[in-house]
């Protein structure tokens, strides 16, 4: 596998939440805090950015290219990375263009990138026409790949210096698009990690299972379905109490689309788990601002 190259500051923080741990009868609960890796402002897919990344060098790209809703974070941080290695970058974006540039998408122009809209057509015919056009170096939606679930293994093995006993606790992380929970569980083992589904993929649990081939039945996966409500871009009734909660309660921020659903499962029992969790803060914060429903 290809050396990643270095995109943000590890490890991340692992930080107590007592009075939210309190509220939810549980011993311990931790939030690991990949909101706050450093480049541009923070999340998740700056630890996949750095795999893709190092391979778009490798291969002598000039420019990169990726896709997303118009909020996407990975769009927002892959501009940030490419502004970090020299590179160019290209969005494309689903739909057409909003009225305002708020959000994520303010952050992608400072960033430098060029913002290509998919308007009416299928967004991979989008997608397929400016890889072709540009000879660029294409990182696929949500930054998942089999090489950047590395980037989440390396989250695990933090963990487990950073955690006394890592195999007592469960792992609780939105699922997207299943690289970061793929990775997790690749680390820590299938009966450690709790997926809840944000609505991002038909099925989440073939998503992260064809991510772990021969490794993990798919059964084994532990995957909560309860919190995508109306869709993937909606902002729920469930997700916006829980942003509430978890400010009120520690002072800290989740987002709308995915580490609000991940905690609303949590504060509504939705899955078993036991009384020592680790909360994998994935990061988010700017997509709340650009957000229609808020």
Known sequence: MIAPVSLGTWPTPL?????????????????????LNGLGGGGNKIRKLQYTCAEALAVGATTV??????????????AAAAARLGLA???V????????????LLLDGLAGAEIVWGGHRPLA????HEAETR??????FGGTSPASTQGYVDCGRELRAQVPDVEAAEVVVALGSGGTMAGLVRELGAERVIGVSVGAVPDPRATVAGLLVGEVEPDALRIDGSQVGAGYRTFTDAARAALETTARDEGVFLDPTYTGRAMAALLAGSFPHGD??????????PGLFGHPQV
């Open 15 to 35: 930080e107590a939440a007592p009075r939210l741990a309190a509220r939810l009868g549980l011993a311990e609960l931790w939030f690991k805090r990949d909101d």
């Open 65 to 78: 290219i990726t896709s997303g809703a118009p909020q996407s974070n990975h769009a927002r941080l892959t």
């Open 89 to 91: 970058c290209v969005l």
């Open 93 to 104: 974006l689903d739909g057409p263009p909003p009225d305002d540039q708020r959000g994520n």
């Open 125 to 128: 015919e989008v997608v397929a």
């Open 135 to 140: 000879s660029a170096y294409l990182i696929p």
């Open 276 to 285: 020592r969790v680790i909360f994998l803060h994935t990061g988010g914060l």
